[in-house]
Structures are given as structure tokens and as C-alpha cells.
């Protein structure tokens, strides 16, 4: 057991020395950590009785160097280690630990690895190279998993609003490539809403020429410029 304090004993319901039989007679090491206006007499008292250790620190920073001590001086210790899935989407993590049929312990967690998350700030930009054809809004084959990277985060953050970007390069007239644009945008938007987002979260437009990433100076600069922005507007 590991007893963290920060400050005097002021609600305790059992003495020092009770603890301490207790501990005593069920086999329980106790370490403690003092940290800010502590008591160490009962701290130290706590552990040298229960065959433990005291540790003073005086910053947060020293916490991982006190716990890989405590850690060390474990006759068995385990490492338990976890293979995530490749999907950018929330995942969660529960585990039932049994080292015997009376120490029986859980753990539980998650992790996320989406695109876009709730918490990013509005205005943040997710750009996608979406190969359409030359003059088609046609969806390509390779577009399908970015749309179910972008569902998966639509999904995962209900309250999250987009704004669905197209551009192109500058090949063709400029008023064609604008309304160009504004279908590729349409069509990522439809096949949003075709996977079960509501139609309410998302807005389209089309820049057309006129937002170049890269000058227009040859074919690969070209595929860079016909790309669709993902904006978080909410």
C-alpha cells in the first residue's frame, strides 16, 4: 500500500497503532510519501513498522522516481502491455487482472486516436488530398477511408461542426473551377450524410483557384492544390 499525504491528520477514524497492527497481521507493507505540511513522525512510523518506506519530496516531478523505487523493491512485479488496433476512433480498454482467487483487481481506460477531437480548437484544419479526376466530383475508390476517418470523428464528438472545403488547381476557367469545387465539396458532404451524419453539422464550399497551397507549376504542385479542408466551425 502506498499512503500519500500532503497536509496533518485531521479525520482519521483509527490510531497509529491499530493501523499499524492491522497491517501487521494481514501482511500489508505500508510505504508512505510526505509532501507539504506533513506529519512524518506517523508517516515513517506507518512504513519502518510494516517493513516499508518513507520518502520526502518537495516537487510533483519527483513522483515517478519514489513510485520505480517502491516498484523495485517488490520481489514480483508484472508488466502488462496492450497492442491498440490501427482505427483513428475512441477505443476502450477493460481488463480483469486475477493473481489469485482472493486478488482479483480491473483495469479500465481509453484512448483516441481520431482525426478531429471535440476539444480542438475552432478554426483547426484537416486537409485531405481527395484525387478526383481531372473536371469530375465524382468520389474516388481512395476516398473512402478518409470519409470513415472523418465519420468516425463526427461520431465519436456529436457536438462537432465542419465546414467542407473543395479547391482546385488552375487549370480551365476560373468560374468553372469555383462551381467545381463546390461540387467535390458537395460530394464529400453527401457521402457524410449517406453514412448517417446529419446534414445540420456540416457546411459546404468552394474556393476553387483561388486558395493555392503551392504554386500551380507542375503536375505534382497541381495534385496538392485539389485538396479538401475539413474546418472545425463548432
Keep these: 500500500m502506498i ?12 490510531d497509529k497503532d491499530s493501523v499499524i497492527r492491522h497491517a501487521r497481521k494481514h501482511g500489508v507493507i505500508i510505504h508512505t ?3 507539504g505540511q506533513t506529519d512524518e ?10 517493513g516499508g518506506k518513507m520518502y520526502r519530496i518537495y516537487t510533483t ?8 523505487d517502491i516498484i523495485k523493491s517488490m520481489k514480483n ?4 502491455s496492450y497492442a491498440p488496433p490501427v482505427s483513428p476512433d475512441i ?43 481531372r473536371g469530375s466530383s465524382i468520389l474516388p475508390p481512395m476516398a473512402e477511408s478518409i470519409l470513415n476517418n472523418i465519420f468516425s470523428s463526427l461520431k465519436s464528438s456529436p457536438n462537432l461542426k465542419l465546414e467542407i472545403r473543395g479547391h482546385t488547381d488552375d ?5 468553372d473551377n469555383e462551381q467545381l469545387s463546390l461540387s467535390r465539396a458537395q460530394s464529400v458532404a453527401g457521402a457524410l450524410i449517406a453514412r448517417g451524419i446529419n446534414k445540420s453539422r456540416l457546411i459546404i464550399s468552394g474556393k476553387g483557384e483561388s ?5 500551380n507549376d507542375s503536375e505534382v504542385s497541381r495534385k496538392k492544390n485539389r485538396r479538401t479542408e475539413f474546418i472545425i466551425i463548432q
Excluded: C, Q
Aim: hydrophobic share 40%.
Design 3 to 14: 499512503v500519500f499525504s500532503d497536509g496533518g491528520d485531521n479525520s482519521s477514524k483509527a
Design 91 to 133: 477505443h476502450r480498454v477493460s481488463s480483469v487482472i486475477a493473481l489469485r482467487k482472493d486478488l482479483i483487481g480491473s483495469v479500465n481506460g481509453y484512448y483516441d486516436k481520431s482525426i478531429l477531437h471535440s476539444w480542438d480548437a475552432i478554426g483547426t484544419v484537416y486537409m485531405e488530398e481527395i484525387e478526383f479526376e
Design 171 to 175: 487549370i480551365g476557367k476560373e468560374d
Design 211 to 215: 486558395m493555392p497551397l503551392v504554386p
Design 41 to 50: 513522525d506517523i508517516l515513517r512510523a506507518l512504513s519502518e513498522n510494516t
Design 77 to 80: 512485479h508484472y508488466v502488462i
Design 61 to 68: 516531478k519527483e513522483f515517478p522516481f519514489v513510485l520505480a
Design 33 to 35: 510519501i510526505a509532501y
